[in-house]
């Protein structure tokens, strides 16, 4: 499956944190949000809800993009869920949601899964898996609630905490790959590419954060 044309990887997703991570890692995405209706899954297991929903936006753009000869196209769609005291929590509904949740998980520890699918469009095949990291919550005030919930940030957030942003104050450690919290997890990304017959060194850009300059390996 290897292949000598540039590739090109679309993000099916509208979070910036997520492209942040890939421009950091020295890839720039192009970017199209799937419009996907994840109201439209439903799954008591959290692995299988975000790797489905995941999938979904991948399909869902892949449908709108056109394959051109001069290029590999890939598409990465990503979904991120929480898995507390039994439930699984995607977004809250609102702010009284959002402040429930902190209420229930402050002191505690929750699971927060990303699912994966990243599709070749030019080879039609597919490479997805779900990454999971442990994250323990700090014990905070009612107070401290109130303040990050007006913030707007919990709101629209699988969870409703971040890890890389105000939300990290919150947070007294995690377990697994820390990308996994913002979205993407980056050696999983790596795998997947590697299953695709691909590498992770085919997508950096020349030039890396920081501007140093640097050159396509693969």
Known sequence: MLSSLPLRLVLASQSPARRKLLQAAGIEPDVLVSGVDESQVVSDRAKELCLELARL???AV???LR????????????DSVLAFDGEILGKPADAADATRRWQRMRGRSGVLH????LIDAVHESRAEGVASTTVH????????????VATGEPLA????FTIDGLGGAFLTGIEGDPGTVVGLSLPLLRTLLGELGLSVTDLWT?????????????
Do not use: M, N, W
């Open 114 to 117: 990303t699912g994966h699918c």
């Open 62 to 64: 892949l449908g709108r």
């Open 206 to 218: 020349k030039v890396a954060p920081g501007g140093q300059e640097i050159e396509h390996l693969g």
């Open 57 to 59: 936006k991948a399909q």
């Open 157 to 160: 957030v699988a969870g409703a």
């Open 137 to 148: 919550f700090a014990d905070i005030s009612d107070e401290e609630i109130a303040a990050y």
């Open 67 to 78: 394959a051109t000869p001069d290029e590999q196209t890939l598409v990465l769609g990503c």
